[in-house]
């Protein structure tokens, strides 16, 4: 999948339209990134969209990701000047609130100046799937929002009572409208930000298996019991379609079934903790 994607529905530039009427009325902004694609995943545009609106960073998922490697991240986008955390969900909830809380504190002092005592209001902003509805209930505690592993779910803005002096904002997932970096791209389709309904999923999971390969070639082997570690593309899926079953009529390899299981099997952590990308590749 070398060539750029470019998918940006009606229904996300509504969104765009809806999250810039919502900014003036919000204290701060909850951006949500994957532990595991740290640049990728975050959407570029955000930056002038959100303006001077103080933000925290939060890397998801770092119970999917290499913790060395979310370490480094942390230190890079602190090094940014970009506070930010690392989630975990059953874990460091006070703390994530508190930042949150930081962040609105001189907004909510200059309410208060003028008479007006009211919760803190943040937005919460990333691209799809990368679990904002997920945190929002989390923070919540609560099931107060739709949570599905695909994007799209979220279509409208919707406003949550996280703690008595806390709302926040769940919105949609937002992408750019033109993807012009490739490796970018490609990784978003890995963990499902864009459906996989408009990207080729066999040459998707060959990318994939490729980019294992050179990371975490032992975990692969170890997952689908790889006696053959110089194996890649189709031959490498073909034979993890033979290890697995994934047989048609006739004894042929059922390749698609095959791709959907690696795909399947990355989202879901089974290869185990794995960071696609450093910050040491954006020099």
Known sequence: MQQSISWFPGHMAKARRLLMDQLKRIDAVIEICD???????????????????????LLNKTDLADPAAT????????????????????????????AIVKLTEERLARSLKKGINRSARAMVLGVPNVGKSTLINYLAGR????????????????????????????????LWPKMHDPVAAR??????????????IYHLSLSLLEELMALAPSNLAQRYNLANLDLR????????????GFLLKGGETDLERGAVCVLDEFRSGKFGRITLEMPEDNN
Request: one cysteine or more.
């Open 233 to 244: 593309g189709q031959a490498l899926l073909e034979q993890i379609c033979r290890n697995r």
């Open 143 to 174: 099931s107060a929002l739709k949570v599905q592993d695909r994007p799209g779910v979220t279509r409208a803005p919707q406003w949550i009572q996280a703690s008595p002096g806390l709302e926040l904002l769940d919105t949609p997932g937002l």
């Open 71 to 98: 370490k480094k991240w942390l230190q890079y986008f602190e090094q940014q000047g970009l506070p930010c955390l690392g989630v975990e969900m059953g874990k460091r909830k006070q703390s994530i609130l508190n």
């Open 187 to 200: 990784r978003l389709t890995y963990i499902a930000a864009v459906r996989d309904e408009v990207v080729d």
């Open 35 to 57: 532990a595991r694609l740290p640049l990728s995943s975050r959407n570029p545009d955000l930056d002038a969209l959100v303006n001077n609106k103080p933000r925290v960073l």
